[in-house]
């Protein structure tokens, strides 16, 4: 079962993203600050993470960059309830983030982790290269 770091101060959020990924069979860890994110993140390995961009305290962009450094190809939704996820498709420690902006369907959360997991996946081209 995929395993899910959900990083999000709000609790109804994180509730709502957790009840929606379990129905579709991922195991779900929440954490409410980036600091507790970033310690679950260290204590366990995780398929994805989502992230909001604006915790309290703390910077979700630089929490993402900070995941990233550790497992450079981690799928990543960023979640915002503001327009700030344009920005970050401009930084390159931040490629292949898959945003997704509060308030969302069910359905656009299913639809952004799976968009999400297939974005860091290496292209059938270069792993037919790497084989030779």
Known sequence: MP??????DQSDVRTMISIVLRIN???IVEA?????GL???EEAD???AIV???LQGSNGSDLIATMRERVPDLPVVAI?????LDFLSKSPELAEIVCLQKPFRPSDLTRAVAAAREAV????????GAAL
């Open 121 to 128: 996946r290496p292209s059938a081209k270069a792993v037919a």
């Open 39 to 41: 310690k679950a993140f």
């Open 52 to 54: 909001d961009i604006f």
């Open 3 to 8: 395993r899910v770091l959900v990083i999000d």
């Open 32 to 36: 409410a600050t980036a600091e507790a």
């Open 46 to 48: 995780f398929d994805l």
């Open 80 to 84: 915002s309830g503001i327009t700030a």
């Open 25 to 27: 069979h991922f195991d």
